[in-house]
């Protein structure tokens, strides 16, 4: 089963860094747009950043400058560095990747979610 693993999230105080990972595994054929989304409680999910097979990168107006997205096409593995860290950055960051997988019906592209990773930003 293709799966989509997010690893780094945690506590941190506000000003600080943190990484995040996030690995896709499974009968991928290939990978085109990644990205990372988060969503506060009480609030809906928001993107953060997406990044295409070809590094070409976006972000949403509040992460300018302080967040920076990568990926290695090598690993299936995009990442987020977190710099500048404030309390309203606290929520579940969600991988995203639109994925070609194989299948026994041949090959099918589709959007994966990986299961999140809490970041807490407080003193």
């Known amino acids: 089963q293709v799966q989509l693993v997010e690893s780094g999230g945690g506590l941190v105080q506000p000003g600080g860094s943190l990484r995040l990972s996030c690995a896709a595994s499974?009968?991928?054929?290939?990978?085109?747009?990644m990205g990372w989304y988060r969503q506060a409680p009480g609030k809906q999910r928001e993107l953060v950043a997406t990044?295409?097979?070809?590094?070409?990168?976006n972000y949403a107006d509040s992460m300018k400058g302080r967040f920076t997205i990568s990926r290695d096409n090598a690993k299936n593995t995009v990442y987020l560095q977190m710099d500048s860290l404030r309390p309203e950055d606290t929520a579940v960051y969600y991988c995203?990747?639109?994925?070609?997988?194989?299948?026994?019906?041949?090959?099918?592209?589709?959007?994966?979610w990986g299961q999140g990773t809490q970041v807490t930003v407080s003193s």
């Open positions: 995203n990747a639109n994925l070609l997988i194989f299948t026994s019906y041949g090959r099918l592209r589709d959007d994966y």
């Open positions: 499974g009968s991928i054929d290939s990978i085109s747009t």
């Open positions: 990044i295409t097979f070809g590094g070409s990168t």
